[in-house]
């Protein structure tokens, strides 16, 4: 099975440097742009299953990128962030080392959903898309921290050990028996595509 994982396309708070977490903030301009613009390269992978968060930016990548009506998976939300959603990144950085940790997957903020129980979640949205007879391509329209936590469930990288996933990103990895194989990470528009299945 090959995975291809899109986060969704820059949404207000991002653009403002704002933690979201699960909240349920909207697409900017610049996030509908860049979601269109990465259609054609999720498209020349023929997704033949997709899936999305239930949070509306995931919803509307999805409808841009060209697939409307598509499944809704909560376990591929954005994590419960706690008392730190709606806190602007520079505030946080101010209070010493707690964000750097955090973005390491090892802090859970006040409140807040730990790494382990979102790679927990995470991994079992996975198991029941390989568990699908159907196999083939498969697309999840998600968040930043779920697809972390796909990269350390599936290849052991920690979060610390990865750039972070940008807006409107395509991820993609391979699901064989042997084992799930990296062959793409924050591909976006414009820049040489993976090859979709079946092409040389």
């Known amino acids: 099975m ?3 994982l899109v986060r969704h396309g820059e949404t207000v708070w991002n653009a403002e440097r704002r933690l979201q977490g699960d909240r349920d903030i909207p697409l900017s301009a610049t996030g509908r742009a860049q979601a269109s613009a990465l259609a054609p390269v999720v498209a020349a992978h023929a997704p033949a299953c997709v899936v999305t968060s239930p949070l509306a930016r995931t919803r509307e990548t999805a409808e841009l990128l060209g697939f409307p009506g598509e499944r809704h ?3 591929w939300q954005e994590a419960d962030l706690g008392d730190w ?3 602007r990144t520079a505030v946080l950085r101010e209070r010493g080392g707690a ?3 955090w973005r390491a997957g090892r802090f859970t903020p006040p ?3 730990p790494f382990a129980a979102l790679t927990e979640r995470v991994a079992a949205g996975v198991a ?3 568990a699908d007879p159907g196999g083939g391509v498969v697309l999840v329209v998600t968040h930043g921290g779920p697809i972390r936590a796909v990269l350390r469930h599936l290849l052991g990288l920690e979060p610390a050990r990865i750039v972070p ?3 409107a990103s395509l991820t993609v990895l391979d699901l064989g028996v ?3 194989r990296l062959h793409g990470y924050n591909i976006r528009a414009g820049a040489e595509a993976v090859q979709p299945v079946g092409r040389s």
């Open 111 to 113: 409140g807040g959903e």
């Open 178 to 180: 042997d084992g799930a």
């Open 73 to 75: 998976d909560a376990r």
């Open 99 to 101: 964000y750097a940790a």
């Open 165 to 167: 996933v940008g807006p």
């Open 2 to 4: 090959r995975l291809l």
């Open 128 to 130: 029941d898309l390989r």
């Open 85 to 87: 959603t709606g806190l």
